[in-house]
Nanobody
Framework: QVQLVESGGTLVQAGGSLRLSCAAS????????MGWYRQAPGKQRELVAR?????????????DYADAVKDRFTISTEYTKNTVYLQMNSLKFEDTAVYYC??????????????WGQGTQVTVSS
C-alpha cells in the first residue's frame, strides 16, 4: 500500500501565490508519474499538471499542464523523495477547488497501481 499526503492548501487572495506539496510513502519501488488534479463544486475532477519520470537514460521525462494554468503554475518533483510540488502564481477565483495529488506507483512487488491523496482545499478570494 502507498499513502499520499498533501499539504499547503489555504485561503489566498486573487493574484497571490501558493505552493502545494505531496509526499508518497509506503511500499514503493519507483514512482512513474506524479501529478495534481482539482475538483471545483459541481464540476468534474480535471488534470492540472503532471510529471512523468524519466526512469531511464533514454527518456528525460515530461510534464503536462492544463491550458487554464499554463504560464501560472509549475509542477516539480523530487523523485528521490517521492515528493511532488505545485507552485501556483497569479491565482484566480476560478482556481478555487479541492486539489488532489495523484501518483502512478511501481510497488515493491513490481505491481503497478494508482493512488490519490485525500485532497487539500484551495480557496481564492476575489
Amino acid at each position: 500500500q502507498v499513502q499520499l499526503v498533501e499539504s499547503g492548501g489555504t485561503l489566498v487572495q486573487a493574484g497571490g501565490s501558493l505552493r502545494l506539496s505531496c509526499a508518497a510513502s509506503g511500499s514503493i519501488f519507483r514512482i512513474a508519474e506524479m501529478g495534481w488534479y482539482r475538483q471545483a463544486p459541481g464540476k468534474q475532477r480535471e488534470l492540472v499538471a503532471r510529471s512523468v519520470s524519466g526512469g531511464s537514460t533514454n527518456y528525460a521525462g515530461s510534464t503536462d499542464y492544463a491550458d487554464a494554468v499554463k504560464d501560472r503554475f509549475t509542477i516539480s518533483t523530487e523523485y528521490t523523495k517521492n515528493t511532488v510540488y505545485l507552485q501556483m502564481n497569479s491565482l484566480k477565483f476560478e482556481d478555487t477547488a479541492v486539489y488532489y495529488c495523484h501518483a502512478v506507483v511501481i510497488e515493491a512487488t513490481r505491481n503497478l497501481n494508482t493512488y490519490w491523496g485525500q485532497g487539500t482545499q484551495v480557496t481564492v478570494s476575489s
